[in-house]
T-cell receptor
Framework: AQKVTQAQTEISVVEKEDVTLDCVYE???????LFWYKQPPSGELVFLIR??????QNEISGRYSWNFQKSTSSFNFTITASQVVDSAVYFC????????????FGKGTRLSVIA | GAVVSQHPSWVICKSGTSVKIECRSL??????MFWYRQFPKQSLMLMAT?????????EQGVEKDKFLINHASLTLSTLTVTSAHPEDSSFYIC?????????????FGAGTRLSVL
């Protein structure tokens, strides 16, 4: 069975600070995908990134960056120079690449960016 | 990215009535859609996997007679909460997977907030 752990329940930072959201996953499969989604107060889940298990290259997209390390089964998400609009709940998720398997979500990390 | 439309976004109903929620993939075909439920300040809980042209697969503990799922076409899945009661009040979210080797990304609808009085 797959499992995703987001140990940080809530994080508060002051605007312009950097913040890292942790994600640790468990799976016995060698082929899988990892995701990050953002859920603002409106409720809609916004897709941020997908990473497959064979691609450990870190990725940067604007102020967002992701650090995937298979050795520690982690897929951490860093927001640089945080802004108030970054305030949301962030979910890390995992799915297997075979078949129509659903996403397994972590419990989410609520990020509050204070002006 | 791909667009998933979910309707209605908010519904209030009396106890005992049935509520239908629609989930449409607008610019891609989805042989599989997923229905999730989310309680306040909690994560998403998978309710069922909706397969086009066949019966839905329900997660353990989810009543199939209570939550009827129909996936009649490659772009539409519906969830009907039958004889709704206050404990069914929740945020329901659907997702559709854009299939293909290069994608395998689930896009989510905006969610439906159900309040049963």
């Amino acid at each position: 069975a797959q499992k995703v752990t987001q140990a940080q329940t809530e994080i508060s930072v002051v605007e312009k600070e950097d913040v890292t959201l942790d994600c640790v996953y468990e799976t016995r499969d060698t082929t899988y995908y990892l995701f990050w989604y953002k859920q603002p107060p409106s409720g809609e889940l916004v897709f941020l990134i997908r990473r497959n298990s064979f691609d450990e290259q870190n990725e940067i997209s604007g102020r967002y960056s992701w650090n995937f390390q298979k050795s520690t089964s982690s897929f951490n998400f860093t927001i640089t120079a945080s802004q108030v609009v970054d305030s949301a709940v962030y979910f890390c998720a995992l799915t297997l690449s075979s078949g129509n398997t659903p996403l397994v979500f972590g419990k989410g990390t609520r990020l509050s960016v204070i002006a | 990215g791909a667009v998933v439309s979910q309707h209605p976004s908010w519904v209030i109903c009396k106890s005992g009535t049935s509520v239908k929620i629609e989930c449409r993939s607008l610019d891609f075909q989805a042989t599989t859609m997923f229905w999730y439920r989310q309680f306040p300040k909690q994560s998403l809980m998978l309710m069922a996997t909706s397969n086009e042209g066949s019966k839905a697969t329900y997660e353990q503990g989810v009543e199939k007679d209570k939550f009827l799922i129909n996936h009649a076409s490659l772009t539409l899945s519906t969830l009907t909460v039958t004889s709704a009661h206050p404990e069914d009040s929740s945020f329901y979210i659907c997702s559709a997977r854009e299939s293909g080797l290069a994608r395998n990304i689930q896009y989510f609808g905006a969610g439906t907030r159900l309040s049963v009085l």
